[in-house]
């Protein structure tokens, strides 16, 4: 079982900008690709970002291209999901989850991921 967890959350002003990280402390991680999803009240989950583990690919929400940026640190064993000119609708719980297989065109389907993080809160406002 491999473990994600997630940092970086926060409250920021609309306008802001704020860099999300996902780990998985204490073991050697290679999935296929790592994601970032959200959810906000009363939302179902939807896909942010995707990254390949070999950082040669990566995906973006049409939401959020041009705005986020999703790069990974494989000597660390991490993936980051930075987050400028958020708005508000940018606020909602942000989640890290990790495929060991899979296919990038798939990447924004939950169902890919066999790995989740517990989420950490983003909430944008004046």
């Known amino acids: 079982q491999v473990r994600l967890v997630e940092s970086g959350g926060g409250l920021v002003q609309p306008g802001g900008s704020l860099r999300l990280s996902c780990a998985a402390p204490?073991?050697?991680?290679?999935?296929?690709?790592v994601g970032w999803f959200r959810q906000a009240p009363g939302k179902e989950r939807e896909f942010v970002a995707a990254?390949?583990?070999?950082?040669?690919?990566?995906a973006y929400a049409d939401s959020v291209k041009g705005r986020f940026t999703i790069s990974g640190d494989n000597a660390k064993n991490t993936v980051s999901l930075q987050m400028n000119s958020l708005n508000t609708e940018d606020t909602a719980v942000y989640y890290c989850?990790?495929?060991?297989?899979?296919?990038?065109?798939?990447?924004?389907?939950?169902?890919?991921?066999?790995?989740w993080g517990q989420g950490t809160q983003v909430t944008v406002s004046s």
């Open positions: 989850a990790a495929a060991r297989s899979g296919w990038l065109s798939n990447a924004k389907s939950p169902t890919m991921y066999d790995y």
């Open positions: 204490g073991r050697t991680f290679s999935p296929y690709a």
């Open positions: 990254i390949t583990w070999s950082g040669r690919n990566t």
